[in-house]
Protein backbone atom coordinates (compact mmCIF):
# COMPACT_ATOMS: atom_id res chain seq x y z
CA UNK A 1 0.00 0.00 0.00
CA UNK A 2 1.25 3.78 -1.01
CA UNK A 3 2.48 5.91 2.01
CA UNK A 4 2.33 8.68 -0.42
CA UNK A 5 -0.04 11.37 1.27
CA UNK A 6 -1.29 14.57 -0.01
CA UNK A 7 -1.41 17.54 2.13
CA UNK A 8 -3.26 20.41 1.43
CA UNK A 9 -2.11 24.04 2.53
CA UNK A 10 -4.43 25.81 4.81
CA UNK A 11 -4.53 29.37 5.44
CA UNK A 12 -1.48 30.71 6.78
CA UNK A 13 0.25 33.81 7.88
CA UNK A 14 3.65 34.61 7.82
CA UNK A 15 4.93 36.55 11.17
CA UNK A 16 5.66 39.87 8.87
CA UNK A 17 1.52 39.57 7.60
CA UNK A 18 0.30 39.21 11.26
CA UNK A 19 2.52 42.19 12.55
CA UNK A 20 1.23 44.22 9.40
CA UNK A 21 -2.24 43.66 10.52
CA UNK A 22 -1.48 44.64 14.28
CA UNK A 23 -1.96 48.67 15.62
CA UNK A 24 0.22 49.70 18.43
CA UNK A 25 -1.73 49.78 21.20
CA UNK A 26 -3.23 53.51 22.22
CA UNK A 27 -1.87 54.77 18.31
CA UNK A 28 -5.00 56.27 17.53
CA UNK A 29 -5.49 58.04 21.36
CA UNK A 30 -1.52 59.71 20.72
CA UNK A 31 -2.49 61.43 17.22
CA UNK A 32 -5.86 62.69 19.25
CA UNK A 33 -3.50 63.72 21.72
CA UNK A 34 -1.00 65.67 19.39
CA UNK A 35 -3.90 67.31 17.56
CA UNK A 36 -4.14 70.34 20.06
CA UNK A 37 -0.14 70.85 20.31
CA UNK A 38 -0.19 70.47 15.86
CA UNK A 39 -3.00 72.74 15.41
CA UNK A 40 -1.45 75.61 17.95
CA UNK A 41 2.03 75.21 16.09
CA UNK A 42 -0.04 76.03 12.78
CA UNK A 43 -1.95 78.71 13.87
CA UNK A 44 1.67 79.98 15.24
CA UNK A 45 3.28 79.77 11.77
CA UNK A 46 0.11 81.38 10.18
CA UNK A 47 0.69 84.33 12.84
CA UNK A 48 4.28 84.84 11.88
CA UNK A 49 3.59 84.62 7.93
CA UNK A 50 0.60 86.92 8.52
CA UNK A 51 3.22 89.58 10.46
CA UNK A 52 6.42 88.62 8.43
CA UNK A 53 4.88 91.38 5.45
CA UNK A 54 4.00 94.28 7.54
CA UNK A 55 7.26 93.99 8.72
CA UNK A 56 9.20 94.16 5.83
CA UNK A 57 6.84 96.88 4.07
CA UNK A 58 6.90 99.11 7.17
CA UNK A 59 10.68 98.17 8.67
CA UNK A 60 12.24 98.08 5.57
CA UNK A 61 11.20 101.02 4.56
CA UNK A 62 12.29 102.85 7.31
CA UNK A 63 15.45 101.32 6.90
CA UNK A 64 15.72 102.49 3.37
CA UNK A 65 14.53 105.84 4.82
CA UNK A 66 17.42 106.19 7.15
CA UNK A 67 20.16 104.09 6.21
CA UNK A 68 20.20 104.45 2.44
CA UNK A 69 19.22 108.08 2.51
CA UNK A 70 16.35 107.42 -0.29
CA UNK A 71 13.19 110.48 0.32
CA UNK A 72 9.91 109.32 1.74
CA UNK A 73 8.49 108.10 -1.77
CA UNK A 74 11.84 106.21 -2.84
CA UNK A 75 11.45 104.40 0.25
CA UNK A 76 7.91 103.31 0.57
CA UNK A 77 8.33 102.25 -3.42
CA UNK A 78 11.61 99.74 -2.20
CA UNK A 79 9.63 98.70 0.62
CA UNK A 80 6.45 98.17 -0.97
CA UNK A 81 8.45 95.91 -4.12
CA UNK A 82 9.49 93.76 -1.71
CA UNK A 83 6.66 92.94 0.16
CA UNK A 84 4.86 92.56 -3.23
CA UNK A 85 7.22 89.68 -4.24
CA UNK A 86 6.97 88.26 -0.86
CA UNK A 87 3.46 88.26 -1.45
CA UNK A 88 4.02 86.41 -4.72
CA UNK A 89 6.48 83.55 -3.17
CA UNK A 90 3.72 82.96 -0.83
CA UNK A 91 1.53 82.81 -3.41
CA UNK A 92 3.52 80.22 -5.53
CA UNK A 93 4.50 78.40 -2.52
CA UNK A 94 0.97 78.21 -1.36
CA UNK A 95 -0.22 76.78 -5.20
CA UNK A 96 2.34 74.42 -5.38
CA UNK A 97 1.24 72.87 -2.05
CA UNK A 98 -2.48 72.85 -3.31
CA UNK A 99 -0.91 71.61 -6.72
CA UNK A 100 -2.67 74.33 -8.55
CA UNK A 101 -2.63 74.29 -11.77
CA UNK A 102 -0.41 77.01 -14.02
CA UNK A 103 -3.14 79.20 -14.88
CA UNK A 104 -4.45 79.35 -11.28
CA UNK A 105 -0.79 80.06 -9.78
CA UNK A 106 -0.77 82.76 -12.30
CA UNK A 107 -3.73 84.24 -11.03
CA UNK A 108 -2.86 83.98 -7.44
CA UNK A 109 0.79 85.37 -7.94
CA UNK A 110 -0.72 88.63 -9.81
CA UNK A 111 -3.46 88.55 -6.99
CA UNK A 112 -0.50 88.93 -4.46
CA UNK A 113 1.18 91.55 -5.85
CA UNK A 114 -1.72 93.46 -6.48
CA UNK A 115 -2.72 93.43 -2.86
CA UNK A 116 0.27 94.68 -1.87
CA UNK A 117 0.31 97.43 -4.38
CA UNK A 118 -3.63 98.13 -3.09
CA UNK A 119 -2.78 98.07 0.76
CA UNK A 120 0.19 100.40 0.32
CA UNK A 121 -2.45 103.13 -1.45
CA UNK A 122 -4.72 102.71 1.54
CA UNK A 123 -2.58 103.55 3.82
CA UNK A 124 -1.29 106.34 2.71
CA UNK A 125 -4.53 107.90 1.24
CA UNK A 126 -7.31 107.14 3.93
CA UNK A 127 -8.00 107.10 7.74
CA UNK A 128 -10.98 106.65 9.13
CA UNK A 129 -12.71 108.98 10.96
CA UNK A 130 -13.54 106.72 14.00
CA UNK A 131 -9.66 106.54 14.66
CA UNK A 132 -9.00 110.57 14.31
CA UNK A 133 -9.69 112.86 17.40
CA UNK A 134 -11.28 115.32 14.70
CA UNK A 135 -11.91 116.11 11.12
CA UNK A 136 -9.22 118.64 11.41
CA UNK A 137 -6.35 115.75 12.13
CA UNK A 138 -8.12 113.48 9.30
CA UNK A 139 -7.34 116.62 7.03
CA UNK A 140 -3.40 116.45 8.32
CA UNK A 141 -3.23 113.10 7.80
CA UNK A 142 -1.80 113.57 4.85
CA UNK A 143 1.02 115.75 5.88
CA UNK A 144 2.50 113.22 7.47
CA UNK A 145 5.68 111.08 6.75
CA UNK A 146 4.05 108.12 4.30
CA UNK A 147 5.41 106.39 5.68
CA UNK A 148 4.21 106.63 9.44
CA UNK A 149 0.89 106.96 7.88
CA UNK A 150 1.54 103.37 6.72
CA UNK A 151 2.93 102.47 10.67
CA UNK A 152 -0.42 104.28 11.94
CA UNK A 153 -2.63 102.00 9.35
CA UNK A 154 -1.01 98.37 10.14
CA UNK A 155 -1.69 99.67 14.38
CA UNK A 156 -5.02 100.73 13.63
CA UNK A 157 -5.92 97.68 11.47
CA UNK A 158 -4.59 95.53 14.43
CA UNK A 159 -6.30 98.12 17.29
CA UNK A 160 -9.51 99.47 15.78
CA UNK A 161 -9.67 101.58 19.01
CA UNK A 162 -5.86 103.58 18.11
CA UNK A 163 -6.42 107.16 17.75
CA UNK A 164 -4.72 109.58 16.32
CA UNK A 165 -5.36 113.19 18.29
CA UNK A 166 -2.34 115.32 16.79
CA UNK A 167 -0.77 115.03 13.63
CA UNK A 168 0.56 118.83 11.82
CA UNK A 169 1.10 121.52 14.31
CA UNK A 170 2.05 125.22 13.80
CA UNK A 171 3.51 127.58 15.99
CA UNK A 172 -0.16 129.36 16.68
CA UNK A 173 -1.17 125.87 17.85
CA UNK A 174 1.61 125.75 21.17
CA UNK A 175 0.18 129.64 21.60
CA UNK A 176 -3.59 128.19 21.96
CA UNK A 177 -2.30 126.06 24.55
CA UNK A 178 -0.74 128.68 26.82
CA UNK A 179 2.79 126.74 25.30
CA UNK A 180 5.89 128.19 24.11
CA UNK A 181 6.48 127.43 20.37
CA UNK A 182 8.97 124.18 20.21
CA UNK A 183 10.51 125.42 16.65
CA UNK A 184 12.26 122.07 16.51
CA UNK A 185 9.20 119.77 17.24
CA UNK A 186 8.40 117.25 14.22
CA UNK A 187 4.99 117.97 14.16
CA UNK A 188 6.47 120.97 12.56
CA UNK A 189 6.77 120.51 8.57
CA UNK A 190 10.39 119.27 7.36
CA UNK A 191 12.56 120.15 4.65
CA UNK A 192 11.39 117.19 2.90
CA UNK A 193 7.89 118.49 2.88
CA UNK A 194 6.23 116.18 5.72
CA UNK A 195 5.31 116.08 9.21
CA UNK A 196 7.43 113.65 11.03
CA UNK A 197 5.37 112.99 13.95
CA UNK A 198 1.78 112.09 15.46
CA UNK A 199 0.33 111.68 19.16
CA UNK A 200 -2.10 108.93 19.49
CA UNK A 201 -4.84 108.73 23.00
CA UNK A 202 -3.72 106.88 25.88
CA UNK A 203 -6.23 108.02 27.66
CA UNK A 204 -9.45 105.48 28.63
CA UNK A 205 -7.67 102.59 26.61
CA UNK A 206 -6.50 99.78 28.99
CA UNK A 207 -2.62 100.37 29.85
CA UNK A 208 -1.51 97.12 28.26
CA UNK A 209 -2.54 97.91 24.83
CA UNK A 210 -0.73 101.53 25.22
CA UNK A 211 2.55 99.47 26.06
CA UNK A 212 1.50 97.17 22.68
CA UNK A 213 1.18 99.79 20.80
CA UNK A 214 4.74 101.80 21.89
CA UNK A 215 6.29 98.31 20.99
CA UNK A 216 4.71 98.02 17.83
CA UNK A 217 6.01 101.45 16.54
CA UNK A 218 9.68 100.77 18.26
CA UNK A 219 10.01 97.53 16.50
CA UNK A 220 9.11 99.10 12.75
CA UNK A 221 12.28 101.79 13.62
CA UNK A 222 10.19 104.94 15.32
CA UNK A 223 10.42 106.58 17.95
CA UNK A 224 8.06 106.78 20.57
CA UNK A 225 7.98 109.06 23.81
CA UNK A 226 5.03 109.05 26.57
CA UNK A 227 4.36 112.56 27.90
CA UNK A 228 2.18 114.85 29.23
CA UNK A 229 1.36 118.20 27.06
CA UNK A 230 -1.62 119.06 27.16
CA UNK A 231 -2.92 115.73 27.49
CA UNK A 232 -1.29 112.46 28.59
CA UNK A 233 -0.07 110.44 25.22
CA UNK A 234 1.79 109.05 22.98
CA UNK A 235 3.99 110.64 20.70
CA UNK A 236 5.61 108.58 17.77
CA UNK A 237 8.10 109.45 15.42
CA UNK A 238 10.38 108.92 12.05
CA UNK A 239 13.81 110.43 12.53
CA UNK A 240 15.49 111.91 9.30
CA UNK A 241 18.85 110.54 7.46
CA UNK A 242 21.85 111.83 8.61
Same mark, same amino acid.
Given at each position: ?????????????????????????????????????????????????????????????? /? $?????? #?????? #?????????? %???????????????????????????? $????????? !?????? !????? !?????????????? #????? !????????????????????????????????????????? /?????????????????? $????? /????? /??? %????????? %?????????
Amino acid at each position: MSTLRVEYPGPQRTEGTAAKHRRPKGSGGGRVRRLPLRLLRWAALAVVLAIVPFFLLIRGGV /F $AYQQWG #LGPWPS #LVVSAAATAL %LLVLYAWALGRRLGAGKGLKWLMTRGAA $ALAVAYVAY !SVVYVG !SANVK !SEEVRAEYAALHPL #LRLAA !SAVILADQGAVITDASRTPDFYRRMGLSPNESSLHFRQDDG /FVHALDLRTVGRPEWRNR $AVELT /FRALG /FNT %LRHVGTADH %LHVSVKAPG
